[in-house]
T-cell receptor, first 116, second 113 residues
Framework: DSGVTQTPKHLITATGQRVTLRCSPR?????VYWYQQSLDQGLQFLIQ???????AKGNILERFSAQQFPDLHSELNLSSLELGDSALYFC???????????????FGPGTRLTVL | GESVGLHLPTLSVQEGDNSIINCAYS??????FIWYKQESGKGPQFIID?????DKRQGQRVTVLLNKTVKHLSLQIAATQPGDSAVYFC????????????FGKGTMLLVSP
């Protein structure tokens, strides 16, 4: 158990809908990262937050957004869902360093999103 | 269980053998590398990491070797056990100063009893 929690574990929805995925980082971690894992693309970095502020962006679609709250939990919002958005979505957390130096990321169990 | 990918390179070994999983990374400026293990239906699990100022790092039953000249990373698992069966990913930190990782496609390790 990494200490990172994600809810829900499974989510089934229809095209065009909007969903919110939730992540609670390990105790003491300030950085949260979101990744998408699909069969054809592997693990893709989406976005990082550090202590409530966006730190880095990866391959995140405009239909997707995220935020990190004062209690450091994070939410990933996916809107106007398409069939191709079906994937595993992972959250990871790390202690985080103000200067952004790389530190170890610990992953949650993931949310499996199925868009029908 | 859930598959994490199709057409992954696969390494099949017998229990007790030593396993070597290889990874070619993309950016000569990468300064940090991690190996993760992902079992079916679970999130990636940290195994071992290494920074670019080192060539070798050892953990419990695992060793990571870094060859910066040819941009190659390897994970050696000693006395492989059935519980080691999983997909193994290497990841590199491409963007210096940013704690973001780029993952390789993964290698599936199958350990037979």
């Amino acid at each position: 158990d990494s200490g990172v929690t994600q809810t829900p574990k499974h989510l089934i929805t229809a095209t065009g809908q909007r969903v919110t995925l939730r992540c609670s980082p390990r105790s003491g971690d300030l950085s949260v990262y979101w990744y998408q894992q699909s069969l054809d693309q592997g693990l893709q970095f989406l976005i990082q937050y550090y202590n409530g502020e966006e730190r880095a962006k990866g391959n995140i679609l405009e239909r997707f957004s995220a935020q990190q709250f004062p209690d450091l939990h994070s939410e990933l919002n996916l809107s106007s869902l398409e069939l191709g958005d079906s994937a595993l979505y992972f959250c990871a957390s790390s202690v985080g360093v103000a200067g952004g130096r790389t530190d170890t990321q610990y992953f949650g169990p993931g949310t499996r999103l199925t868009v029908l | 269980g859930e598959s994490v990918g199709l057409h992954l390179p696969t390494l099949s070994v017998q229990e007790g053998d030593n396993s070597i999983i290889n990874c070619a990374y993309s950016n000569s400026a990468s300064d940090y590398f991690i190996w993760y293990k992902q079992e079916s239906g679970k999130g990636p699990q940290f195994i071992i990491d290494i920074r670019s100022n080192m060539d070798k790092r050892q953990g419990q039953r695992v060793t990571v070797l870094l060859n910066k000249t040819v941009k190659h990373l390897s994970l050696q698992i000693a006395a492989t056990q059935p519980g080691d069966s999983a997909v193994y990913f290497c990841a590199e930190n491409i963007r210096s100063g940013y704690s973001t990782l780029t993952f390789g496609k993964g290698t599936m390790l199958l350990v037979s009893p």
